[in-house]
């Protein structure tokens, strides 16, 4: 077994520690009425996105979702939360350090050895769910199942769910296609975003995300007896019908979207092992990217850390 495939069938029990943890770590999280934003690399940062639209529509306050390295500056918020496993990405230590003493932040990682414990006013340590595999899945799961907990939209169903995705075989067929198309709505476009790019990582599969609603204004062009559409939440009423005109197999997600994106991790494992490939060791990536100055004093060089244990 690899250790994606180890990391990713432990889910269940990590998201329903995390969601019993929540009010242990509340003052170190987003309070009712905070302006915040929430930024991440990579996974992290399609994490803040579903977190974000999540913490919106509770009905908490205004919460945006950035790139560590895309942030606005010129806007005012009263917390910033960053998502970051390894704890030593470049850009949102950057970030950190640049709104100390102006703007309160947390950081919500999986190693406490590492610089972030410095950076950050608060610190939110989720050693349980850190990684050996580079390819991220239980770390970031079960920091948005932590943030989903704390808005009090968790519950045991969630990792019922989970197990059930681990459980019960993939669509027939969903290997063999050859491009792959992941849909969301509303918090589930983070969790699109995600699924693409797990592919992307663990299989170098062809894969694309988009708003559920958009696939129809063009995307939906490319879409064959070769490609495979999954929906991750609720389908709008008709797609489905118009992606199966087109040859394409519709995936619908009937589970928690959540857990939904465990079967995306499955497939990905899935496909990587028929083409020949290591899951854990996607190429040109490892668990942190630190970047290094070059002679004009401009990121440059790319220093990758020992995988132990594995991105972002």
């Given at each position: 077994?690899?250790?994606?495939?180890?990391?990713?069938?432990?889910?269940?029990?990590?998201?329903?520690?995390?969601?019993?943890?929540?009010?242990?770590?509340?003052?170190?999280?987003?309070?009712?009425?905070?302006?915040?934003?929430?930024?991440?690399?990579?996974?992290?940062?399609?994490m803040?996105?579903?977190?974000a639209?999540l913490?919106?529509?509770?009905?908490?306050?205004?919460?945006?979702?950035?790139?560590a390295?895309?942030?606005?500056h010129?806007?005012?918020?009263?917390?910033?939360?960053?998502?970051?496993?390894?704890?030593?990405?470049?850009e949102?230590?950057?970030?950190?350090?640049?709104?100390?003493?102006?703007?309160?932040?947390?950081?919500?990682?999986?190693?406490?050895?590492?610089?972030?414990?410095?950076?950050?006013?608060?610190?939110?340590?989720?050693?349980?769910?850190?990684?050996?595999?580079?390819?991220?899945?239980?770390?970031?799961?079960?920091?948005?199942?932590?943030?989903?907990?704390?808005?009090?939209?968790?519950?045991?169903?969630?990792?019922?769910?989970?197990?059930?995705?681990?459980?019960?075989?993939?669509?027939?067929?969903?290997?063999?296609?050859?491009?792959?198309?992941?849909?969301?709505?509303?918090?589930?476009?983070?969790?699109?975003?995600?699924?693409?790019?797990k592919?992307?990582?663990?299989?170098?599969?062809?894969?694309?995300?988009?708003?559920?609603?958009?696939?129809?204004?063009?995307?939906?062009?490319?879409?064959?007896?070769?490609?495979?559409?999954?929906?991750?939440?609720?389908?709008?009423?008709?797609?489905?019908r118009?992606?199966?005109?087109?040859?394409?197999?519709w995936?619908?997600?009937?589970l928690?979207?959540?857990?939904?994106?465990?079967?995306?991790?499955?497939?990905?494992?899935?496909?990587?092992t028929?083409?020949?490939?290591?899951?854990?060791?996607?190429?040109?990536?490892?668990?942190?990217?630190?970047?290094?100055?070059?002679?004009?004093?401009?990121?440059?060089?790319?220093?990758?850390?020992?995988?132990?244990?594995?991105s972002?």
């Amino acid at each position: 077994m690899t250790h994606v495939e180890d990391e990713l069938s432990s889910q269940p029990e990590c998201w329903t520690r995390a969601a019993a943890d929540a009010t242990e770590h509340k003052r170190a999280l987003p309070a009712a009425g905070e302006r915040v934003a929430i930024v991440g690399c990579g996974t992290s940062w399609f994490m803040a996105q579903s977190a974000a639209a999540l913490r919106e529509r509770s009905g908490q306050g205004e919460t945006d979702a950035f790139a560590a390295s895309e942030f606005p500056h010129g806007r005012a918020y009263d917390r910033v939360v960053a998502l970051t496993r390894s704890g030593t990405t470049t850009e949102v230590l950057g970030l950190l350090d640049r709104l100390r003493g102006r703007t309160r932040t947390t950081a919500i990682t999986a190693d406490p050895r590492t610089p972030v414990m410095e950076s950050a006013d608060d610190v939110v340590v989720l050693a349980y769910a850190d990684e050996r595999s580079v390819v991220q899945t239980r770390f970031a799961t079960t920091a948005l199942t932590l943030l989903r907990a704390h808005l009090g939209q968790h519950t045991d169903a969630v990792a019922a769910d989970a197990h059930t995705a681990l459980a019960d075989p993939l669509p027939a067929g969903l290997t063999d296609r050859t491009q792959f198309t992941f849909l969301g709505h509303g918090w589930t476009v983070g969790l699109a975003n995600e699924a693409g790019l797990k592919m992307r990582e663990a299989a170098r599969a062809w894969t694309e995300s988009y708003p559920a609603m958009e696939y129809r204004h063009g995307p939906i062009s490319i879409a064959s007896r070769t490609t495979a559409t999954w929906m991750l939440g609720e389908a709008p009423e008709g797609l489905a019908r118009q992606v199966r005109e087109t040859g394409a197999l519709w995936v619908a997600g009937g589970l928690d979207p959540l857990a939904e994106l465990v079967r995306v991790q499955r497939l990905a494992v899935a496909v990587a092992t028929a083409r020949g490939l290591d899951p854990d060791r996607p190429r040109h990536l490892n668990r942190s990217v630190i970047l290094t100055p070059d002679a004009d004093g401009t990121p440059g060089s790319v220093a990758h850390p020992s995988p132990e244990p594995g991105s972002r």
